[in-house]
C-alpha cells in the first residue's frame, strides 16, 4: 500500500506541477499573479477534445499552441500595459478572473457538452512490484519533470532563457541593457498558459473536464506554487510532489473526502512556518 | 557610429521633470560631446539621478527637448534610446543578483552583433581582472566594490556610445575611487566614448573634461575644469570630500 501511495502521489504531483510551473514561469517573470491560467489550459483542452476524432497528435497541438497565442495575447495587449502603469495585486486578481470568466463563458458557448473525458491512448502497462501503472501516467510524470529540466537548459544556454532570468531578476536594469521585457512577458504568459494546457489534457484523460476543472486545476497551481515560493520553479515542483503525496496518502488513509481538509491545513501550516514557501520567493504577493 | 559630430552628441534643452507637486528639474540644458566625461555635481536632491533617468527614458518629462545624434529622443522609450547608443548604469539595482558575473556580462552584450561580443566581455575582464577571476560567482555575493565594478561593467558591455553612471562612487572606500575613476579615463581614451556621470565626490575634479553644477533642480554652473575655482565647486556642490 505505501508503494502504492507513493507512485499515485508522484502521478497526481506530476501532473499538478504542470499547471504548477505555469504559475511559476509567469509569476517568476512577469511578478503578475494570473489567476485565469488554469481555464486558459481547461479552455486548449476542450480543443484538444474537440479534434481528438481527427487525429491525437494534432488535437493536442493545436491546443496547446492555441493556449500559447491565448498567454502570449492576453499578456501582451492587456496586462503587460496595466503593469507598466503601476496596477497591483488587486488589481490583477480582479483583471485576472475576469479573464477566467470570458473563457469559461467561450468553453461554455463554443463546446457542445461542458463536461468531458479526454480518451488518450493509456500506452500499456508496468508492473512494479505489486502495483500496475499506465504507461499514459508516466508519460505525464516524465513530460512534467523534462519540463523543468528543459526550462533550466533554456535558462543556462540560451538568449531568450537569459534575458527571462534577468527580467525576473532586474526589470529596470534589463530594459536598461536592452532586453525587449516586453517581449519576454508576452512569451512567458503563453509558455505558462501551454503547460497549464498539458496539465489540462492529463488532468481530463485521468479524470475529466469541466467548466470549474479551469478554476480548480488554476488556484491549486496558485496554492502550489505559493508553498513552494512563487516563481522559484524548484520550489514549484517539489511542492507539486509533495502536494500530490500529501492528496494520495490521505485519500488512501482518511478516505477522499478528508483530502482537501488534509491538504490546506497542510497548506496553511507550511506558509505560516515559511510564509516566503519552501524553498522561498525572490517576489513577494 | 564612426562619423565625427561638430555639435555635442547629446543635447538637453528646457528639460522640465515633476514628481506630483514638486519639480525636480527646471529648465535644464545639458550637452555633451563625443568622446568626453562629463561630470554632473550637486549636493543630495539637486535632481542628478532625474536628469540622468531623464535622459535614459526610465522618468516621464514634462517639457523640454532631448537630442541624440541627429535623432530628437524625448518620446522613445527606453529600449530605442539603448538601441541608438544610450545606456544608464543606476546607482542602486545595477546588476542581476541572482545571476554569476559572466551571466550578467553576457545578458549585457545582447544588442551587440554576435562577433562582437566575446571581445566586450574581454574587455570588461581586462580593465577589472576580478570579475575575471570570480566569474563564476553569484553578483550579490561579491563584494561593494566588487558590485559597483560589475555594474560598470555592465555599461561597457552594453558597448553604448554614451553611457551615464549615477553616482558611482557612492559607498566605495578612497583608494577604490581613485582607481575606478583611472578606469572610467581609459575607457573614454580606449573607446572613443562619452561617459556622464554624477557625482559628489571631489576625484571628480581630477577625471571630468567638463562640469556641471546643479542645486535644486537648476544649472548653477557649466564649465570646462581648468576654468573651475576648485573651492567653490568643493564647497557649494560636493558632500562628501574624500
Known sequence: ?285 | MEKKFEEPILKVSGLTVCYGRMTALKCIDFYANDNEIVGIVGPNGAGKTTLLEAIAGSVHILEGKIYFFDHQIERWPVLKRRQSGLMLIPQEGNIFPMMSVKKNLEVSVILSERAEREELVDYVYELFPILGERRRQIANTLSGGQQKMLAVGIGIASNAQVMLIDEPSIGLAPKLVTRLFATLQKIRDDTKKTIVLSEQNIKILNIADRLFGLEAGEIRFDEKKENLNRDVVKDLYLGSIS
Open chain 1, 1 to 285: 500500500m505505501l508503494l502504492n501511495g507513493i507512485i499515485t502521489g508522484l502521478i497526481m504531483g506530476g501532473i499538478l506541477s504542470l499547471p504548477v510551473l505555469g504559475v511559476a514561469v509567469i509569476y517568476g517573470i512577469t511578478g503578475i499573479p494570473n489567476f485565469a491560467i488554469g481555464v486558459i489550459g481547461v479552455f486548449g483542452g476542450f480543443i484538444t477534445w474537440y479534434f481528438l476524432s481527427y487525429s491525437i497528435g494534432l488535437a493536442i497541438v493545436i491546443g496547446v499552441v492555441v493556449c500559447f497565442i491565448v498567454g502570449y495575447i492576453v499578456q501582451r495587449i492587456l496586462l503587460t500595459p496595466i503593469s507598466e502603469k503601476g496596477g497591483d495585486a488587486t488589481l490583477f486578481f480582479i483583471i485576472t478572473v475576469s479573464v477566467g470568466f470570458v473563457f469559461e463563458g467561450f468553453i461554455r458557448a463554443i463546446f457542445p457538452r461542458p463536461n468531458i473525458s479526454l480518451e488518450l491512448p493509456r500506452l500499456g502497462t508496468i508492473n512494479l512490484a505489486t502495483f500496475t501503472v499506465e504507461g499514459f501516467k508516466i508519460i505525464a510524470l516524465v513530460f512534467a519533470l523534462g519540463t523543468l529540466v528543459i526550462i533550466r537548459l533554456l535558462e543556462e544556454h540560451t538568449e531568450i532563457g537569459k534575458s527571462w532570468q534577468a527580467t525576473s531578476q532586474n526589470l529596470k536594469l534589463s530594459k536598461l541593457v536592452g532586453i525587449k521585457t516586453t517581449q519576454v512577458f508576452s512569451i512567458a504568459s503563453g509558455i505558462g498558459c501551454a503547460l497549464a494546457c498539458v496539465g489540462a489534457i492529463f488532468w481530463g484523460s485521468l479524470y475529466n473536464l469541466q467548466l470549474s476543472s479551469g478554476w480548480d486545476l488554476g488556484f491549486m497551481g496558485f496554492i502550489v506554487a505559493v508553498v513552494g515560493g512563487i516563481g522559484n520553479i524548484w520550489g514549484g515542483m517539489i511542492s507539486a510532489l509533495i502536494m500530490g503525496m500529501v492528496m494520495s496518502f490521505s485519500g488512501y488513509l482518511l478516505g477522499g473526502e478528508w483530502q482537501s481538509v488534509i491538504l490546506y491545513f497542510i497548506v496553511i501550516l507550511v506558509l505560516i512556518i515559511a510564509p516566503k514557501g519552501i524553498l522561498g520567493s525572490e517576489r513577494s504577493l
